[in-house]
């Protein structure tokens, strides 16, 4: 657990005034130049202060030849150095009092021996400095609310989200990162916990925890060694805002315990998931589920019970939700006799079995019977939300709009499957998304969403 | 089965000479607009005819009051009439010598009762009119090679695809349709059986097989009473063409299976899996892994065996590789020591642990370091096939033409996983899909196509 200090610490390093780059370079294909170019299309408005003995200038920033050579306050230095630079420069950060760093570097822990030798140095030296260090061995950080991207990808923010992470790899980070892009999932911080020599996930967990634009906190671990310290911390958490959890490693899982030595959670796959689940998070299978999961949690309101009613066009894509369904533990339910009637007096004319999911058939192309039909089902007392599949149509209409204006009137949480190519979602996406309607693609993605805001709902209440 | 004369009526289906809309109508929110619509937008060449009693031109068609009216062979009929005027219909087409009609209306045997009379009426008038009947209650059929496009969905088609696609849910073909598309897998034929009133998915398949064009035949089922045939028949399809098959309604399927009278396959989804594997039929159990699968197999050569390699720029994305391929048969095994060699030689300066999967850290950036390890990595005798593994970054190339050329020299199959959004994936995939390089965007597909190809490869060797 970090102590009031160390938080404050650590929300500079996320909230910076200024950021050093050390080893900052001016060849393209370097990390060091990545990670400026990362700073600077980031939209951070704070200094930037490029570190390089030599250069004068690099991308437009003057370069200072050492921290030390700073005037003014640095309160998160990028390390881009090697492994053995990287444990010297925790000395220079500590006399400039530099709040937090990043090692990118590796050469630590992973590589066994000497590698896990340095990296205690390291953490050693970054402790004395009372630095707080990410990593070694990372990606970086992002905080998208301060336009901060401190990692070395290059990539445009966006405010606004509600979105955070922890990720152990920077890959699975990017993996997350690119899928929630396509989304239209925004990140509000990602942080990748690399090496871990220092920070671990709780730390992590506990900045999320009490940062106030974070809403919903997704994971991805491949193995730790105070893993009885996350839950306990994640058992509280998910008192207040959901956490979702992607664990790496199953097949190989049991060679990678028998590496460890707390034994508090060595153990199959199983285990690890019965003790996320028994502590409350949200235990995910692929970073997929993670998103589709974490995106409704982000948008929708919670239903009050795990009883579904689809509405389609088309009975086909139904099936293949209602079997996802089934396996996630939601329930599809049979209609009010009330609900019966006002649905029979829409299809007077039109050859349609009345049941849940209700295939409404061509009806379900004209975008306001369609909406008359989802009005109806979310006024059944007995669903708790509504999956509103569609399939793009050039020449039909989605109502977007009722839908937003119906899961508003009705209390309950509208997901939408819309059967489209990519190309042809954006405008419908983005117009529910920012209604509270989360929206997806695919029918696994669909029914992880709306299992996911079930599986919370339950949790809460 | 279908007899040669069948046989080749249903192929002048697939590729008419001339097509009439029977119900074509001005009413652009109407099936029989959308329709006639399809056919000019697909590109196709032959005679287009709209049929209706009133009209004198529609989209610029000259309209014939009655098919008798229409000088000239008529091969396909597409039949956009309701229930009842769609029977009798039939007889007008068997007048005509019409070889094949699409019937789209539903209100048959989905509805019970009077329904299930009617389609026996309907299915009773087309085979004594000798009109091969697709339906009814179909969304209609596609064949891009012939620029046909008989749905009630006006979308482009392209050609050169050899990837065929039986349906029983027009709604599950869009799926599916609309995932190809985005995936790049170009489809030949498309046929959506509907209710199968008289023909069933044999005969389509029994069509398929014996198309040139068709190199992969994909199967959507919710449930057939000739499920018999269609498994003896597939098995002897796999010999020459794989035959992907995703079965739907596995949580109601007792109910389901307790409506229907043969017994041959009644049974839990367990007992369908079982069966279809045992005929060498590939089970998938989504739209997505469907659609994998078959790209892979319409792309890539086939692997001698089940020994993957993995070449990744970042470790995590192969942790989560790794567990998807194990529980899909595939295995990593240690690279030869030859292989080991060269690799140091190459990582010398490099902190990097030298293994399957093969994380080249930054090395793995460098487009041409990139394709030297990939060269490496494919001389060694123990792998089968590589998964190649980029992360999207403005800064890297990525060396599509050279992967193409090592997958020609040495033989083997090599599957990209390009970590990436949506946006920036089009040119790298189209490269490499162009050269037989499967790309994928989720390591789950990823590992479904590869998987896919030491599925085939196992049942044919």
Redesign the interface.
Known sequence: MLDKEQLERLDLAFNPRSVAILGATKE??R?G??IL?SVLRGGYEGRVVPIHPRHQEILGQKVFARLDDVDGPVDLAIVALN?RASVEAMDECGQHDVKGAICVA??YK??GGE?EALQARLAEAAVRNRVMLVGPNTLGLINAQAGLNASF??TELHRGGVFSLI?????????IG??A??EGLVINKWVGVGNRAALDFDDFLQYLAQDPTTKVIAV?M?GTESARRFVQLAGEVVKRKPVVILK?????LSQLCAQTHTGSMAGSPKVYHDVFEQFGLIVVD???EMVSVSKALALAPLPRGNRVAIL??????S??L??L???LGCVLVPFASETMERLEGLFRDV???LKNPLDA??VG??GDLYAQLADIVLADVGVDLLIA?S??????RFPSGELIELSRKHGKPVVVYY????EHVHKHREACQAGGIPFYL???ETAWGAAGLVRYARLRS
């Open positions: 393209p294909d990390v130049y990545s170019e492994e590796g050469g992973e590589m590698g990808w290059p990720t152990q790899s920077g890959g699975v980070g990017q993996m690119f899928k892009q396509d991805f491949e790496g490693g199953k097949a190989e692929s970073v997929d389609t066009p088309s009975a086909g894509p099936i293949l209602v079997d369904l089934d396996s050859p349609v079995v058939a061509a192309y004209s599949v399939i793009d149509h050039k020449n039909r059967i489209s190519d990519v695919s029918a696994e």
